[in-house]
């Protein structure tokens, strides 16, 4: 039975060895696809993994619940020369079927301080069918990577920060109601963000935001810029608290290896609900003497086939996540 205590491993309260022992401990138990969910509960604290990165989940149906998204928190601090959007992460997903819920994730790796890049990824994808609720994501530079070219994931009420590209990778992922943060591009407050940098391609949707917010620091922003393949980004219902900060063009013209890109807007807002998506946003994308002109802006129709059903037609994220909240309460009440 789900829940049972066979099937729960508990945390010492703020003990990082504790933690990677329970992990190590779910991926030896759930080594099979067919495994029944196991449950990682994660007290309030503060895990602090120093310099170790690519902490492994190699289980699958395993759960990580967190007592609450702000005091949680599991962090690690890679040195500024081991920097690299491969060797950083805090943790690394290859498990199927993951569900985090109610925790934080940083990646302290010192950003302002690491030259030309500061690639600090907090959780880096390799499985497939991961959900996150309430799970809040603090870094810069690729903050959170679906490295899987095929895969589908899903998020809901997080909360996810960082400068340039910090949202990257390749696969179908959905944003719904989530809160994305952009923070300083170096400490003065100059430069350009840029929040999403896809590299889709054998997938057909690529990122998607669902009623998701965005929140300045103080740089300007693009929206998304092309990584490679045929990069899709898609924003919908996006509420920008301050639309002054957002960059002309919306999306980044300057991909970096692909013009191909596929990327678009619809009823954007500002946040006293005032439509502030332009009429028409032709965005012609240039790398060398290569070019790829696009609107950006959808009609409603268009709009209307970016719905959970069409994206994950042989899958249900939001019944996974309203079915592991359920239980995690539960458990909490019981165990936390």
């Known amino acids: 039975m789900a829940g049972s205590r066979n099937h729960i491993i508990k945390v010492k309260a703020g003990d990082a060895k504790s933690l990677l022992e329970c992990i190590a401990e779910a991926n030896r138990r759930n080594v099979n696809i067919t495994s029944e969910r196991l449950y990682v ?7 602090d993994l120093g310099e170790t990165t690519l902490t492994a989940i190699e289980g699958h149906n395993v759960s990580l619940i967190g007592e609450s998204m702000e005091g949680t928190v599991i962090v690690n601090a890679p040195k500024v020369e081991n920097e690299g959007i491969g060797k950083t992460a805090t943790l ?48 810069y530079q690729d903050t959170y990577y679906s490295h899987s070219e095929e895969c589908q994931h899903y ?11 910090f949202l990257c990778g390749a696969g179908d992922v959905y944003f719904n ?10 400490l003065e407050g100059k430069g350009r963000d840029v929040i999403v940098a896809p590299r889709t391609s054998t997938t057909r949707w690529g990122y998607v935001f669902d009623h998701c917010t965005i929140r300045s620091d103080s740089s300007k922003f693009h ?17 920008i608290d301050d639309p002054e900060k957002v960059a002309k063009g919306r999306f980044d013209p300057y ?17 006293e609900g005032n439509i502030i998506s332009p009429q028409s946003n032709v965005v012609t994308y240039i790398k060398d003497d290569v070019q790829h002109s696009l609107e950006a802006v959808m009609t409603a129709e268009d709009a209307k086939r970016f719905s959970l059903k069409n994206i994950f037609p042989d ?7 309203a079915r592991q909240q359920k239980e995690a309460l539960k458990l909490k009440r019981a165990y936390l």
């Open 41 to 47: 509960l994660i007290p309030d604290g503060v895990y």
């Open 92 to 139: 690394l997903n290859r498990g199927q079927n993951t569900y985090v819920q109610d925790l934080t994730l940083k990646n302290a790796l010192d950003y302002y301080h690491s030259g030309a890049a500061g690639r600090a990824v907090c959780w880096q994808d390799k499985g497939n069918r991961t959900v996150f609720k309430r799970v809040r994501m603090l870094s």
């Open 155 to 165: 998020f809901e009420d997080c909360e996810i920060h960082g400068t340039v590209d």
């Open 177 to 186: 109601r989530c809160l994305i943060v952009t923070e300083k591009r170096d």
């Open 223 to 239: 929206l998304a810029r092309g990584w490679h393949t045929l990069p899709r980004c898609t924003w919908l219902y996006t509420c």
């Open 255 to 271: 991909s970096i290896r692909s013009v191909d890109c596929f990327f678009y807007e619809y009823q954007t807002m500002d946040k």
């Open 315 to 321: 899958w249900k994220p939001e019944k996974v996540s």
